[in-house]
């Protein structure tokens, strides 16, 4: 487990910029954030420093790259054997990600096939591990939240710091004009 990271809205604004604009840089993400690029540079650095950025690469869809069958998998797997199983699973190519869990099963994997009989060798795969005791699968018809973690983040940060040089922070808004005609400037 790690330790909480406690971001402030910059920091959530800075992560939504980010995902918003990928490609941008630290002098279009501080024009997006209306702060100092300093600012979003040493933002940044203490965001990856502490693990919650963990990487600027590309997010692929597995399913338009062509591995559109997707299941998941629980594994049931022998006493203190889940160094056994992370090593299995992690040399079969298919598996996306697996995480220990509680309850009746204790990993739960998330795999990608090309098709149903791709997917059906993958299971094979699974139950050759000695560490995999029983197994069970649910094919994923479709995505009906993809992952996300904005919604989290805003949730969860602390309110109103780190918003001073943001727009629209601590400004006061323009009084409403009066209805009428409006003259034009010459």
């Not at 918003?20 to 279009?28: F, S, T």
């Amino acid at each position: 487990m790690t330790d909480r990271t406690a971001l402030d809205a910059l920091d959530v604004a800075l992560l939504a910029a980010l995902e918003d604009h990928p490609r941008a840089g630290d002098l279009e993400l501080a024009r997006v954030t209306g702060v100092a690029r300093g600012t979003v540079s040493a933002r940044l650095q203490r965001l990856a420093a502490s693990g919650v950025v963990t990487g600027y690469g590309p997010q692929v869809d597995v399913g338009a790259a062509g591995f559109g069958v997707q299941a998941f998998v629980t594994l049931e797997i022998a006493q203190g054997a889940i160094d056994d199983v992370r090593r299995d699973l992690e040399a079969i190519p298919a598996v996306l990600e697996a995480h220990a869990t509680t309850g009746q099963g204790d990993v739960l994997c998330r795999v990608a096939a090309g098709s149903h009989e791709e997917l059906q060798q993958v299971l094979v795969d699974l139950n050759r591990s000695p560490a995999v005791v029983r197994s069970t699968s649910v094919v994923a018809l479709s995505e009906l939240v993809p992952w996300r973690t904005r919604p989290l983040l805003e949730h969860g940060a602390a309110p109103g710091a780190g918003r001073s040089g943001m727009p629209g922070a601590g400004r006061r808004t323009q009084r409403a004009r009066p209805p009428g005609p409006r003259r034009r400037s010459v």
